[in-house]
């Protein structure tokens, strides 16, 4: 099956072949051969799966010789494959279908401009309605538009505090997300008094054990890794495992963050080994619950590509960040400060292979993109000192 049988598809359009395994003995969604009453009779054998079929993906790779996607595929059963429960958990999750809803899963889908689309019209619909507005803060914080997001959130309070009470699950996210903004900024203070206002919401809300609760949790020891402080950074993350532990299915992707979160922090207090035993629970949970191309995949594919060359396996650590980068390169904006760590890694790694001219390169390349991103200037003085050692060393 393709996206296009046309010779001119759009630059945003591939072409993909679903390479699809069907077990004929399992109960699954019905499916039949319909050859014998299709138009294409002579060029295509063709076969019809019911909507809502559940396939679980096992490989996407690019075909040289015949130019095409090849994403492979098993068809699973309803009730009998291992993300039923996750799924499950997705349902409960489920607001009103509206266009604000629909726009926040196709942003979870990583369809940024379909996402921004239906937030828009539904601000035609409605110019007061703050969830749109939140959800254009997402967008513009996932390409990097840091002050363009922190305007969309506190729009979206504007909006919210004439329409809904003062502690409204609505209120405590846009704080939520006003912290990561600035966190990511380097204004510290600011982002722990939205993350303060966010928690004491929630908790009034929803109680201690609830993963609300949990996230914010989370996002204030990130928090604290950014200050430096990892005893008060693994408090407040071990808070978030235990509540996500007692709430969440085995395989769901909150885990895997947590997992992945804390593993960061053992590793900026120089326990590699604990970090990458973190770091690999975390990409065993995602490599089953998200597609191959998934953002999250990438930074556990760099975690482990980063702790791997920490215990001097560079050739491990080479080969996880190389599929790192690969996934950014699908997943990201291209001027994503993600992308310049990725390639710092792998210049370090090349470093440690004294392969110079290649660490250069790609020292170079993170050096370009943290120029270009608003990010803190301490990240840009760590790569910028990278270029002058790799230069001295290539004068010699």
């Known amino acids: 099956m393709f996206t296009s049988t046309s010779d001119n598809c759009s630059h945003g359009e591939q072409p993909v072949l679903f390479q699809i395994e069907i077990d004929t003995r399992l109960d699954t969604k019905p499916y039949s051969d319909?050859?014998?009453?299709?138009?294409?009779?002579?060029?295509?054998?063709?076969?019809?799966?019911?909507l809502g079929a559940i396939f679980k993906i096992h490989d996407v790779a690019f075909d040289d010789e015949e130019k095409i996607w090849v994403i492979k595929l098993t068809m699973c059963r309803d009730n009998d494959h291992e993300l039923k429960h996750v799924f499950d958990s997705y349902k409960r999750d489920l607001e009103?279908?509206?266009?604000?809803?629909?726009?926040?899963?196709?942003?979870?889908?990583?369809?940024?401009?379909?996402?921004?689309?239906?937030?828009?019209?539904?601000?035609?619909?409605?110019s007061a309605e703050g969830g749109a507005y939140t959800g254009l803060g997402m967008i513009a914080y996932r390409k990097c538009e840091i002050n363009s997001a922190i305007q969309y959130y506190e729009r979206a309070l504007e909006l919210d505090a004439k329409r809904l009470l003062l502690q409204h699950p609505n209120t405590a996210t846009n704080h939520l997300y006003i912290g990561n903004a600035y966190k990511d900024m380097g204004v510290f203070d600011t982002a722990f008094q939205h993350y303060s206002i966010a928690l004491e919401i929630r908790l009034h809300i929803y109680g201690e054990h609830h993963i609300k609760?949990?996230?914010?949790?989370?996002?204030?020891?990130?928090?604290?890794?950014?200050?430096?402080?990892?005893?008060?950074?693994?408090?407040?993350?071990?808070?978030?495992?235990?509540?996500?532990e007692k709430i969440l299915p085995k395989m769901h992707p909150g885990l895997a963050l947590i997992c992945s979160s804390i593993g960061t922090t053992y590793s900026n207090m120089l326990n590699y080994e604990t970090a990458l035993m973190y770091a690999i629970k975390a990409h065993e949970i995602q490599k089953k619950s998200l597609p191959s191309y998934h953002v999250h995949l990438g930074i556990s594919h760099n975690n482990i590509g980063y702790l791997n060359l920490m215990l001097n396996n560079n050739d491990e650590a080479?080969?996880?960040?190389?599929?790192?980068?690969?996934?950014?390169?699908?997943?990201?904006?291209?001027?994503?400060?993600?992308?310049?760590?990725?390639?710092?890694?792998?210049?370090?790694?090349?470093?440690?292979?004294?392969?110079?001219?290649?660490?250069?390169?790609?020292?170079?390349?993170?050096?370009?993109?943290?120029?270009?991103?608003?990010?803190?200037?301490?990240?840009?003085?760590?790569?910028?000192?990278?270029?002058?050692?790799?230069?001295?060393?290539l004068k010699r």
Do not use: W
């Open 34 to 50: 319909i050859f014998h009453v299709s138009y294409f009779q002579d060029a295509e054998e063709e076969v019809l799966i019911m």
């Open 318 to 393: 080479l080969k996880n960040l190389n599929i790192a980068l690969s996934i950014d390169q699908v997943a990201r904006s291209k001027k994503d400060p993600h992308f310049a760590t990725t390639y710092q890694r792998i210049g370090m790694v090349h470093e440690r292979k004294m392969e110079y001219p290649l660490a250069l390169e790609n020292y170079l390349q993170a050096k370009e993109i943290l120029n270009s991103s608003n990010v803190s200037k301490s990240h840009v003085a760590d790569v910028q000192e990278d270029v002058l050692r790799l230069r001295e060393i």
């Open 96 to 126: 009103e279908a509206n266009l604000v809803s629909l726009g926040k899963h196709l942003y979870h889908m990583n369809e940024l401009d379909k996402a921004e689309v239906m937030f828009r019209r539904h601000l035609d619909i409605d």
């Open 213 to 244: 609760v949990a996230a914010i949790y989370q996002n204030m020891g990130n928090l604290y890794d950014e200050k430096k402080d990892y005893p008060t950074s693994l408090e407040y993350k071990q808070k978030c495992l235990n509540i996500r």
